[in-house]
């Protein structure tokens, strides 16, 4: 299992941008699809967006289309969620997860690693 560790969660107003960031440890992380959760109060953990190994294949949940993007850099074992034009209805916990998988592939489900979560407050 790889461990990560998430960053760059934040308060910023409507319409703002954040990039969120997760380090991963140990040597495999290219042997990870990726993706990013959230978890508002009172909801359900929803996938966000997901990754596969090699970065060419990507998956975006409806509500984020055209203003969230995810990318990967293998060489620095790192996945980043870039978000702009920010709306309340993101306010959110932010989990970055790992699937190892064993040929380059994207999921949005079955993921074993886990991070401790990045809080994101969009304000009106």
């Known amino acids: 299992q790889v461990q990560l560790v998430e960053s760059g969660g934040g308060l910023v107003q409507a319409g703002g941008s954040l990039r969120l960031s997760c380090a991963a440890s140990?040597?495999?992380?290219?042997?990870?699809?990726m993706g990013w959760f959230r978890q508002a109060p009172g909801k359900e953990r929803e996938v966000v967006a997901a990754i596969s190994n090699g970065g060419g294949n990507t998956y975006y949940a409806d509500s984020v289309k055209g203003r969230f993007t995810i990318s990967r850099d293998n060489a620095k074992n790192t996945v980043y969620l870039q978000m702009n034009s920010l709306k309340p209805d993101d306010t959110a916990v932010y989990y970055c997860a790992g699937r190892y998988m064993y040929r380059d592939s994207i999921a949005t489900a079955g993921f074993g690693s886990w991070g401790q979560g990045t809080q994101v407050t969009v304000s009106s």
């Open positions: 140990g040597r495999t992380f290219s042997s990870y699809a």
